[in-house]
């Protein structure tokens, strides 16, 4: 019995290596991005409720001469402002939707304005609500894109329950999710 344990033991032993080495050898391996052959020229979310929430709505992305262009209609909101950023993951099955991690940061700023150089690229700032909930968004983003490493396709779309300070650090402190919306591509051009 001793000597077949030992010899399972040292095949699985063996297995364990083979398997490191496989690992070694495609991270030394090039990614190469994929072409798709269009460029996105439209995205859209739409936002959906977190637990106890009543928040929903719409948000586009355009693409403009000199950027971006967001216009969001969300609706179910107390009066007044609204963090609203885009996180590094369009996952918005948690019920709280912290699934969807932290703001998208792919060069390592620290949290911001939206008209600030430095900042988180998912830093877009506030929502306004009137006093019966609503919030219209309209701005042009020079940071957020299509493609590469800013690219906001397939990230999440958040909305939080109460004001992005746009200072304090990493959130602005703008405190729970009150909507979460998966970004999708929504026309492309040749
Ligand atoms: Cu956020
Ligand atoms: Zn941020």
């Given at each position: 019995m001793k000597y077949h344990k030992s010899v399972l033991l040292g095949s699985l032993f063996l297995i364990m290596i083979s398997g490191m080495d496989c690992e070694k050898k495609e991270s030394v391996e090039k990614i190469?991005?994929?072409?798709?052959?269009?460029?996105?020229?439209?995205?859209?979310?739409?936002?959906?409720?977190?637990?106890?929430?009543?928040?929903?709505?719409?948000?586009?992305?355009?693409?403009?001469?000199?950027?971006?262009?967001?216009?969001?209609?969300?609706?179910?909101?107390?009066?007044?402002?609204?963090?609203?950023?885009?996180h590094e993951y369009g996952d918005c099955s948690a019920l709280d939707a912290t699934s969807a991690g932290g703001h998208f940061n792919p060069e390592d700023m620290p949290h911001g304005a939206p008209t600030d150089k430095k900042r988180h690229v998912g830093?877009?700032?506030?929502?306004?609500?009137?006093?019966?909930?609503?919030?219209?968004?309209?701005?042009?983003?020079?940071?957020?894109?299509?493609?590469?490493?800013?690219?906001?396709?397939?990230?999440?779309?958040?909305?939080?329950?109460?004001?992005?300070?746009?200072?304090s650090q990493p959130t602005g402190n703008a405190g729970p999710r009150v909507a979460c919306g998966v970004i999708g591509i929504d026309e492309t051009t040749k």
């Open positions: 190469v991005p994929v072409e798709l052959g269009r460029i996105v020229t439209k995205a859209i979310a739409v936002l959906h409720p977190t637990e106890d929430s009543n928040v929903q709505g719409t948000v586009t992305f355009t693409k403009v001469a000199d950027g971006i262009e967001i216009i969001a209609d969300v609706r179910g909101l107390s009066p007044g402002k609204h963090g609203f950023h885009i830093d877009l700032g506030n929502l306004m609500a009137d006093s019966e909930g609503k919030a219209h968004y309209q701005r042009v983003d020079r940071q957020i894109s299509f493609s590469g490493i800013h690219s906001i396709i397939g990230l999440a779309v958040i909305i939080h329950q109460g004001e992005d300070d746009l200072t």
